[in-house]
């Protein structure tokens, strides 16, 4: 039995849920800045919704009375409570057998250095920040880094993974990865943040972006590990070229002086999670760009969280066109969706303006029946929105140039939508707490509302006071203007590839109902959510092109003791905790797998699998859990193998290089290291059956 340590290098008390260090160079610190959603635009509200799929009465009914039961028990800590359930957990995936793909011994709530993972399974570093991957990269040498040597090594806080097939080479796959931000105290010794030298700048700027690199598996051994040097690895950077295409492609809102055109921009920023697209291409957030960007004086900068003073990084001090103040328009060119082609590593990455500019947590796509695309795409910040995109243009078959061209244009035209979801339940019903409502759910409907067209023939806006060009660029002011919900950080999008069901992770929003902020609503039921929750759609017909979904809420997370938490209506004492649900992602079972981000029970972050259908639904499970101060990013679950990226690792309040907090992946004495990890099972079959 694993034993409970101290709360010795858990997140420090900030808002969020993580530790000072993360909040200050992930986020800019935006917990601690004005909410930038002020519009007064409405939110779920009692107005009852149309005829929707709902389940049972007598479900949810038997769910408040084990809510209530496990409520009257409730003895010691958080943690405590959480470990007693995890073993309750394990005992039942013993004893009674769990979804196919989740029957493993649960994983304990815990804080260990280290990536812990269950009874029977085997892990590997697959590849380090810093390890060379290109012809010519030099080994990685802390101490002695510079920028060329950085832009030919795998880059910093790995966050999104895909693993994309490669044909005619036996074991192997190629591995592509997002480096979401820096952390400079953590890479450069004696790190002075009032002074950074250029040097750091572009260190940092190389460290930044995405990762293609070429994977191979030992048959033996089960191990993943890195092919350096093989003619498809890539590395894309802060100072990359790319290419703007769609609606905004060329507006005067995009031209700066050093790109009259309007539609070729270095770089990409701030890459968070991702998705595949069934052409075989990558998908890449680009999140909270604001950090990077200083002196700003716009409302329409405001709405965006960009700051009217110098950045922590310092970065306008090398580059002009990281002062708003200098260079106004180089700021309107991030925040988008950008589309990497990783099996062509000369091809020209690409930011797609029809899928709208906020901190796009990720993408993820989906095709029509008559192969049309439709992603989905959240804005990570607290109340904001959730959108989705529908392509006008059908996907080419087939591995043809002509094809693969053609495919490269399918998130250029189609109408971009955001969500406005209605509850069922009386307003007065949603008292705050996590009650359920009367009716036993929170649930209700929604609608697409759609706020701009993008064709070959030009773009139409359908937001009043709005021009298209606009509603691409400032698209968080089209979602005030059309009244979209107020979501509690919206993350992570998957629809299920077994159902069709969407789901929709929601982090936290400590600041829900707080003061003036908007209170709490049957789609966001917690005030004051600190462990946030995970939505579930139903489009209308199953079909993903729907202007309509039905809704509820599939997971309400936190400690199962808790009355206000809620696991689809499996019994609570049989789940493990969870606490900050961020990434998500299918295993080939049809399970959700979700990864968490802040977690405030006292444990590390985790991977958790879920089942999201029959009649173990709603069982949850911890797989593993991460280092000291790190996150567990970019999970990816094939048959035989789990994927995650450990990111920043050691990110602790007042560490540093010389004081780390972590000692992760290589030991005492090693600088700390973010990296991406493989998990196996040791007698090498299929994971959790
Ligand atoms: Fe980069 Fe929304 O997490
Ligand atoms: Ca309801
Ligand atoms: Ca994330």
């Known amino acids: 039995m694993r034993r409970l340590l101290p709360l010795i290098g858990t997140p420090d008390s900030h808002p969020g849920g993580r530790s000072a260090m993360t909040c200050l160079y992930r986020c800019g610190n935006a917990c601690f800045h004005e909410i930038p959603n002020t519009s007064d635009n409405e939110y779920v509200g009692d107005v009852i919704a149309s005829a929707l799929s709902r389940r049972s009465m007598m479900r949810a009914a038997a769910v408040v009375t084990v809510a209530t039961a496990a409520g009257t028990a409730v003895i010691g800590t958080g943690a405590q409570q959480a470990q007693a359930a995890t073993e309750a957990a394990a005992t039942t995936a013993k004893s009674d057998k769990a979804a196919r793909g989740l029957r493993f011994t649960a994983v304990a709530p815990n804080l260990t250095d280290a ?187 405001a ?97 043809s140039r002509s094809a693969r061209e053609h495919n490269l244009t399918l998130l250029d035209e189609g109408t971009l939508y955001v969500a406005k979801l209605t509850g069922d339940s009386p307003a007065a019903e949603i008292d705050g707490t996590g009650k359920l409502p009367a009716d036993g759910e929170f649930d209700g409907g929604g609608v697409w509302i759609p706020l701009a067209t993008a064709s070959a023939k030009g773009a139409v806006s359908h937001v009043e006071g709005m021009t298209a060009e606009e509603v691409y660029v400032f698209t968080r002011l089209a979602g005030d203007k059309v009244g979209a919900t107020k979501m509690d950080r919206p993350e992570d999008i998957q629809p299920s590839p077994t159902t069709g069901k969407v789901y929709v992770a929601l982090t936290n929003n400590t600041n829900r109902g707080v003061g003036s ?65 961020d990434n998500v992602a299918f295993d080939p079972h049809g399970n959700l797998w979700i990864s968490t981000d802040g977690n405030q029970l006292g444990s590390h972050d985790g991977l958790f699998g879920v089942a999201t259908k029959g009649d173990r639904r709603g069982e949850l499970k911890q797989f593993l859990t991460v280092p000291t101060g790190a996150e567990t990013c970019g999970p990816l679950v094939q048959d035989r193998r789990v994927l995650v990226a450990v990111q920043h690792p050691g990110e602790i309040s007042g560490a540093t290089v010389e004081k ?26 299929d994971i959790g059956v």
């Open 115 to 301: 990536v812990v993972i269950p009874d029977g399974y085997a892990q590997n570093v697959v590849i380090r920040w810093g390890e060379p991957i290109l012809r010519g990269a030099p080994a990685f040498d802390p101490d002695n880094q510079t920028a060329a040597a950085q832009a030919a090594q795998f880059g910093y806080n790995n966050d999104f993974l895909a693993l994309l097939p490669l044909p005619g080479e036996r074991g192997r796959q190629i591995l592509v990865a997002n480096h979401e931000y820096t952390d400079e105290v953590l890479m450069f010794k004696a790190y002075d943040a009032a002074n950074p030298t250029r040097e750091q700048a572009e260190i940092a700027w190389a460290a930044h972006g995405l990762s293609v690199v070429v994977v191979e598996e030992d048959k033996r051994s089960g191990k993943l590990t890195a092919v350096p040097r093989h003619h498809l690895n890539r590395r894309v950077t802060a100072t990359t070229e790319f290419k703007v295409t769609g609606p905004a492609a060329g507006s005067d809102l995009l031209k700066t002086s050093a790109d009259p055109t309007g539609k070729k921009v270095l770089g990409t920023l701030n890459n968070c999670a991702g998705g595949e697209t069934p052409w075989g291409t990558t998908l890449h957030g680009e999140e909270n760009f604001n950090q990077y960007f200083a002196n700003s004086s716009r409302p329409t900068d």
């Open 303 to 399: 709405r965006y969280g960009i700051g009217t003073g110098a950045t922590e990084r310092k970065w306008e001090r090398f580059d002009k066109r990281f002062d708003v103040a200098q260079e106004p328009n180089e700021v309107h060119r991030f925040g988008y969706v950008v589309e990497l082609d990783p099996y062509d590593p000369t091809s020209t990455p690409r930011k797609r303006t029809a899928l709208g500019r906020f901190k796009h947590e990720g993408a993820t796509v989906r095709l029509t029946d008559d192969g049309r695309p439709v992603l989905y795409t959240g804005d990570d910040e607290r109340f904001d929105y959730f959108y989705k995109f529908v392509g006008s243009k059908k996907m080419k078959k087939g591995g």
């Open 517 to 581: 902020n908007a209170k709490a609503d049957e789609a966001n039921p917690r005030n004051a959510n600190k462990h946030g929750h995970i939505l579930e759609l139903t489009e209308g017909r199953n079909r993903p092109e729907s202007l309509t979904f039905a809704w509820s809420l599939f997971l309400v997370a936190g400690d199962p003791t808790d009355p206000a938490t809620y696991f689809a209506g499996f019994p609570k004492e049989k789940v493990s905790p969870i606490s900050c649900p």
């Open 660 to 685: 780390p907090a972590s000692i992760w992946p290589d030991g005492a004495g090693k600088i700390v290291r973010p990296a991406v990890v493989s998990v196996w099972r040791k007698d090498g079959c």
